[in-house]
């Protein structure tokens, strides 16, 4: 699947009139043509006529299958707690610009801090049926203070520490 309409091409019939036929019975100059994986496949039988020479017809099966998408996820999957809701919302590649698809997921959204994964769980969009997606997630996570606190590192100055300079630390 690639967006456009598809159909058989015809060489080496120079002067010769075409016509075509989808049932191999009734022929017309218009050119058959398959858009979508849902039209199936289209067998399309062509007529070459040219006076002084017998008719010949020839047939071939035109089939579009659907196009292989995937996701790409945002770099940014880390996010400090601040009471607001954070997603991770996934975006489509491969897909025909201007088609009305994308993705289907679920896990993507949340508000309070834990270790989330966002799942692919397939297509949306009235397009959706020309496309094939393989699942996919990505884990996430929203921190709160507790749970990202940087390490407090202390340099003593010279190699002695005597009574009086000892400190308790939290």
């Not at 040219?50 to 998408?69: C, Q, W």
């Not at 770099?75 to 919302?89: C, K, M, N, P, W």
């Not at 959706?128 to 929203?142: A, C, L």
Request: glycine share 10%.
């Amino acid at each position: 699947y690639d967006g456009a309409a598809h159909t058989v091409t015809v060489d080496g019939v120079n002067g010769a009139a075409l016509s075509y036929s989808v049932d191999g019975k009734n022929y017309t100059s218009e050119v058959p043509t398959v858009r979508t994986v849902a039209e199936g496949s289209l067998t399309i039988w062509v007529k070459a006529e040219l006076s002084g020479y017998k008719s010949t017809v020839r047939k071939a099966t035109v089939e579009i299958t659907p196009r292989n998408v995937s996701v790409s996820w945002p770099s940014e999957t880390r996010f400090a707690y601040d009471g607001l809701v954070h997603s991770v919302i996934p975006t489509l590649v491969n897909a025909v610009v201007g088609d009305d698809v994308g993705p289907e997921f679920i896990g993507a959204s949340e508000r309070a801090p834990g270790s989330y994964t966002a799942s692919v769980t397939g297509l949306t969009g009235a397009d959706r049926g020309n496309y094939t997606i393989s699942p996919d997630s990505v884990n996430w996570f929203i921190y709160d203070g507790v749970t990202e606190k940087k390490t407090l590192k202390i340099l003593f100055i010279g190699n002695s520490l005597s009574q009086d300079a000892r400190m308790k630390l939290p």
